[in-house]
């Protein structure tokens, strides 16, 4: 009987080995696929780090642009204003220097 419960005991005490030496491969194997997994994700996110940066330098570009058109836009805007009123002014003048000269041309018939 106690040949028995020895045999019994070491045949239990083997699985158990058996089943911890799997449970220590899987451990080891899901150890391994993670780490992949990690080193994947840091790369994507290195290169997504890049393309953001790449991306926020284009737009302070594009930026600085869009400041230095929008001051020529303004000074032009100003200046133009200036032109039509003084054209405006010049256009009146001849019409008035027209009409002058049409009314000595032509005087009124009594």
Known sequence: KQWYQ?????????LHKENQSKLANQMLAMTRN??????AARDIISQDNKNLSDVQDV???NTAKLNKE?????KFNKSSGKC???SLISL?????????????LF???Q
């Open 6 to 14: 020895r045999r019994v005991r070491a045949e239990v005490l083997q």
């Open 34 to 39: 993670l780490k992949n997994v990690s080193v």
């Open 59 to 61: 737009v302070d570009k």
């Open 70 to 74: 929008t001051s020529q836009l303004e």
């Open 84 to 86: 039509w009123v003084w």
């Open 92 to 104: 009146v003048m001849v019409i008035f220097v027209v009409m002058v000269i049409f009314i000595r």
């Open 107 to 109: 005087p009124k018939r």
